[in-house]
């Protein structure tokens, strides 16, 4: 396997992976077909993440089709200096090596991430779950195509077809080189890989996103907003699962009937906290613990705020670390809001259903990561990068 490839070897595999998936799209849905009639879970969103269907494969195609348009991510500066003895001094991008990548239920990870992981010079190690293994390994199949048609090894992109103790033992045994480790599940994949990993993991956290509806709100454009990130996609990460209602919000009751309605509409379950108990066709909280939860279902829990503070604390104390949302006219209150809620994306009168690293311009993302280190958010491209310094002289000693 060579070092590193030319951004033209680079965009030439992306580029033949697109015709590949555009010729073998029956044989990707046969084998996808064969995952849906074999999964036997009750996991509403694992069974969604795991369907592959005409609409998901133009996805995976879109977003190669970006990837291989955007910038080479290595070998850019990020600083430069002319040290007093001649020497020169900089830092540049480089890859990682080699990113493994744990995963659960979606097979256009597959591509997504691994296309990315790729692009940025980093040889891919994909360990998918067994519900999606027949999808899977298709998908590989056609990157081992798409490299081999372009001269470039297929170890640039390995399947580990590994049980639980196998992916246990290889994490903390590795037997070839690992430099970062990326797991895309549920939290109890992102504990076993936290737990038991020997290098360095970024953290693609749960959701449990909340949104505040203030005193100022336009509350139409609130109703849109709430529907909008509560049930369009169920088994993303950026749905919402908390509601915060001020208070003193005017019409406050007729707000909530409204909303509750519009929910019933798209048969969502309806929790509140005790401020709102009673409120019809709903169910009072009896332990606190549902705060913490990211539903993943057609779930979401109303609650009451008594001011801005109120809804800050709650979100930073229960929330995931994702997305938060404020619906509000007044700018200064969002401002507020937005500079101090500890979340990845803070929203103002949107959707936390654009949290995604297509919709923030980045063609794609390899994870959402709710860590702080090194990438907070989307991981496009350009972040799934480390860097090198460069020092260049003519026989300089210290």
């Known amino acids: 396997m060579s070092l590193l490839l030319n951004i033209e070897q680079r965009n030439a595999v992306l580029n033949s992976m697109i015709q590949w ?121 056609l990157w081992h195509k798409a490299l081999h048609e372009n001269h470039v090894s297929t170890a640039w992109v390995e399947y580990l077809q590994f049980n639980r103790s196998e992916t246990q033992a290889f994490l903390e045994n590795p037997t070839q080189k690992l430099d970062l480790i990326v797991p895309r599940g549920g939290e109890k994949l992102i504990a076993f890989v936290k737990q038991h990993a020997t290098c360095p993991v970024i953290v693609s956290g749960r959701g449990n996103n909340f949104a505040f509806v203030d005193v100022d709100a336009d509350q139409e454009m609130a109703l ?11 088994s993303a990460c950026n749905a919402l699962d908390k509601v915060l209602i001020h208070d003193r919000l005017p019409y406050k009751s007729a707000f909530l009937d409204k909303l509750v309605a519009k929910l019933l509409e798209s048969n969502v379950t309806i929790w509140v906290d005790g401020h709102l108990d009673g409120l019809a066709n709903t169910s009072q909280v009896t332990d606190d613990a549902i705060w913490f939860e990211e539903f993943l279902d057609y779930k979401i829990l109303l609650g009451q705020a008594t001011d801005l503070e109120e809804a800050i604390e709650k979100i930073n104390q229960y929330g995931g670390g994702h997305s938060a949302a404020i619906i509000t006219k007044n700018e200064n209150t969002a401002t507020e809001f937005m500079n101090s809620v ?17 919709q923030f311009g980045l063609g794609g993302e390899l994870a959402i990561s709710t860590d702080k280190l090194h990438q907070r958010g989307p991981i496009g491209l350009q972040h799934l990068v480390t860097n090198k310094w460069y020092v260049k002289g003519n026989g300089q000693v210290r």
């Open 21 to 141: 998936l555009q010729k073998e799209k029956n044989t990707l849905l046969e084998a996808n077909k064969k995952d849906m009639e074999s999964y036997s879970g009750a996991d509403i969103a694992m069974y969604d993440r795991l369907k592959v269907d005409d609409n998901k494969i133009k996805g995976m195609i879109k977003s190669l089709q970006e990837l291989a348009q955007l910038d080479d991510p290595l070998n850019i500066e990020r600083f430069h200096f002319e040290h007093e003895n001649g020497m020169s001094v900089s830092n540049r991008t480089a890859p990682f090596g080699t990113v493994l990548i744990i995963y659960e239920s979606r097979p256009d990870v597959t591509i997504e991430a691994a296309g990315i992981a790729f692009k940025s010079g980093n040889k891919i190690l994909l360990k998918g779950g067994k519900e999606s293994l027949n999808s899977n390994l298709v998908l590989v199949d």
């Open 342 to 358: 500890d979340t990845a994306a803070v929203y103002h009168n949107a959707s936390t259903r654009f949290t995604d690293g297509g």
């Open 224 to 234: 849109d907003i709430i529907i909008n990130a509560k049930t369009t996609k169920i």
